[in-house]
């Protein structure tokens, strides 16, 4: 591959400034680079920019860049020049497979060979979309989460015609650029998180389909509870402790029996001794050393800290629910 | 009812000294109450102890309440003893419905007539659980999220044979002791909270069955996605921002059609216009007042506390990794 590595890339170009190509400029502007982006809506470069300044004070607030400047974006007239000069591509339009058929085989054409092509799309996996064009080895999934220049998320895969050196350049990139990457090795429907939240979401859809729960009764469970545990220690870390010092190896012993119970419209696996042994596992590599001592002491003081931060300790709470 | 009015309570007793029950100890006795356990385990007192003394810094920093003191729990010898002069009592024995039930029972017995008695259980409606005591009608389940001192949820439902003056004393009751309450009108399994973070728990049992992600991977992709929104705004505001300007509506009238995708194992509920109605209803409701551009400015300002609060703002990433 003849493109700049990872870490020499200063010049970004996107390409669709809805709210998550515009979420990407805002980001990739933050982070220091030069950004050229095209929409073929007419109003695009107003919207853009108003949506830019709208997200500086909490990019300002987050910490920019040395050298970060929202006068470093530039938008382009045609889609052949925001993609002339490219050393990275990052495609955010909306979720049409035809349109996304096309406009990758566009802007395979008009992008300097080998740099890589990276879309935003939740829905399609990239076998599906790079079937039109020419050089389909440099495009990939990069899926960010809204807004991307907050959530640190991205989920990287590329299909059945990428590259591996393709795909290993952009997880490099996106860590470069601030992100927080899992590349994947395979294309699966959703991805991780999406297909994660994903069955809360539709678990939350039949509850209120069936009168069994609030649209903020919903919203409540999970604020004042797993959600306040998950904005810093995943389900399954936060479900060993529940193990007690035994971790996940003792809770999946003990609460596994409950893996039959009709708590939710998803079906569970069954709980065999390679899934045990492959949680358990999962789990040791995840603690990375810390013990069940260690993780219950940093989950309780990242919960302490989240609620501090979120204007709920005890003494802050009437005041917050007074404002809001 | 007799019992004292919920404000009035300054006693309580807690059943089982596990980490549920000994996390409802620490509780108690950081927001001010006298505490009474008991367990019949042998090593119970000093265990609990430990526990409370464990909590107690971070109880320390969440801001304990006028006169909190952990010399103002009493251990008594036995379970009639603990329950004698009891204004409510909290039971967290373990998850065996036979147990449950003569425990109830017993409870029932040694407790002075109409005060509230709450199970901590997370898998038996009361319904189930009540059918040996003579007074069914105080009891109810008070359902803590782990751990109970620090995360603020209570689910509380009453079970067929329960009063509901006695379900609304214990949601009072518990929102005087700090607790957030969702008072429940059925006996739902698995209540709310835990379907939801069932139905991604069990997705992510089937991730790792099948090789799909890793137990890293899947936490990974909460805590650095999603996770970081849930903490302060529920799936289903933060989903309605998907929709820009137009909100739930627009949301569901452009994704809805992915709830067809197998993005999940779970199957998604007909979108009919009844659910759509009730969603974006829902969500005006939860809304209370605020404009989709003050929810945007909130959860902007909520991801960015809650990265500062846990270490994770650019410039502090580096030393977070080195650290943990």
Sequence with gaps: MTAVPPREVTRITCIGAGVIGGGWVAHFLARGYDVTAWDPAPQAPEKLRRLVDAAWPALTQLGLAE?????????????????????????????????????????????????????????????????????????????????????????????DLTSERAVAWASEFYEVAGKSVITMNRELP?????????ALWREALHMVANGEATVKEIDDSITEGPGLRWAFMGP???????????????????FGPSLKSPW????????????????????????????????VAERDQGVIDVLRATGRLPGAKAERKAGS
């Design 236 to 254: 399954c870390l936060t479900f060993a402790l529940a193990g007690g010092e035994g971790g996940m190896g003792h809770m999946l012993d003990h």
């Design 190 to 198: 959703g991805f991780i998180a999406n297909r994660l939240q994903e």
């Design 264 to 295: 939710t419209r998803l079906e569970a696996p069954e709980l065999d001794s390679a899934l045990r042994d492959a949680m358990v596992a999962g789990c040791e590599e995840a603690a990375a050393g810390r013990t069940i001592a260690d993780l």
């Design 67 to 159: 050298g970060a400047a929202k006068d470093r974006l530039t938008v382009a007239a045609t889609l052949e020049e925001a993609c002339a000069e490219a050393q990275f591509v990052q495609e955010s339009a909306p979720e049409k497979l035809e349109l996304k058929q096309q406009l990758l085989a566009q802007l395979d054409a008009a992008t300097p060979r080998d740099v890589v092509i990276a879309s935003s799309t939740s829905g399609y996996p990239m076998t599906d979309m790079q079937t039109q064009a020419a050089g389909p080895d440099r495009l990939l999934v990069g899926h960010p989460f809204n807004p991307p220049y907050l959530i640190p998320l991205v989920e990287v895969a590329g299909g």
